[in-house]
């Protein structure tokens, strides 16, 4: 059974998302501005409102984020810039409706212009990953929290994070 958060407008969820640890402070500033970024988005052809096939390696993975995150779900993405973090951020619109593709001036791993995925997101806080359970982490890019997802919210509301 899936637990959803109440809130005035509509149940929400709670996801885990993970981003590529290569350039923390970097994404960390992109989030505070309102660009959640992605990786495997370093060509055009990589563009999800395309609904072509993803021509680079993992890039598929990327259609469960655009088509699943709706607005107001919340996000914890654990290791931005610190591995005893995790910032919360809340979508501001389904990301499927917001999301723009746009390929960034920062590099990936190999040396490629990458991080093209944007989704619309509201920077809302970050919280010590000591205060969350370790087992509700995941090694995947993006889960969903079911069961954590109730505890992820009071949590940060406890912490002054307003969801």
Same mark, same amino acid.
């Given at each position: 059974?899936?637990?959803?958060?109440?809130?005035?407008?509509?149940?929400?969820?709670?996801?885990?998302?993970?981003?590529?640890?290569?350039?923390?402070?970097?994404?960390?500033?992109?989030?505070?501005?309102?660009?959640?970024?992605?990786?495997?988005?370093?060509?055009?052809?990589?563009?999800?409102?395309?609904?072509?096939?993803?021509?680079?390696?993992?890039?598929? *993975?990327?259609?469960?984020? *655009?088509?699943?995150?709706?607005?107001? !779900?919340?996000?914890?993405? @654990?290791?931005? !810039?610190?591995?005893?973090?995790?910032?919360?951020?809340?979508?501001?619109?389904?990301?499927?409706?917001?999301?723009?593709?746009?390929?960034?001036?920062?590099?990936?791993? !190999?040396?490629?212009? !990458?991080?093209?995925?944007?989704?619309?997101?509201?920077?809302?806080?970050?919280?010590?990953?000591?205060?969350?359970?370790?087992?509700?982490?995941? @090694?995947?890019?993006?889960?969903?929290?079911?069961?954590?997802?109730?505890?992820?919210?009071?949590?940060?509301?406890?912490?002054?994070?307003?969801?």
């Amino acid at each position: 059974m899936e637990i959803l958060i109440k809130n005035n407008l509509r149940n929400r969820n709670v996801w885990g998302y993970r981003l590529d640890k290569l350039h923390g402070p970097w994404f960390l500033n992109e989030i505070q501005q309102g660009r959640l970024r992605q990786g495997w988005g370093q060509d055009p052809k990589c563009n999800l409102s395309l609904n072509a096939p993803i021509p680079v390696a993992g890039g598929e *993975y990327n259609r469960s984020i *655009y088509f699943k995150v709706k607005k107001g !779900d919340v996000l914890a993405i @654990p290791n931005i !810039d610190d591995d005893t973090k995790v910032t919360i951020v809340v979508a501001t619109d389904d990301f499927d409706k917001g999301y723009r593709f746009q390929i960034s001036n920062q590099c990936n791993k !190999d040396g490629d212009p !990458d991080y093209g995925h944007i989704f619309p997101v509201e920077y809302r806080g970050i919280l010590p990953k000591s205060l969350l359970k370790a087992n509700q982490w995941c @090694p995947l890019r993006f889960w969903k929290m079911r069961k954590w997802g109730n505890f992820v919210i009071s949590t940060a509301r406890k912490h002054g994070i307003q969801i």
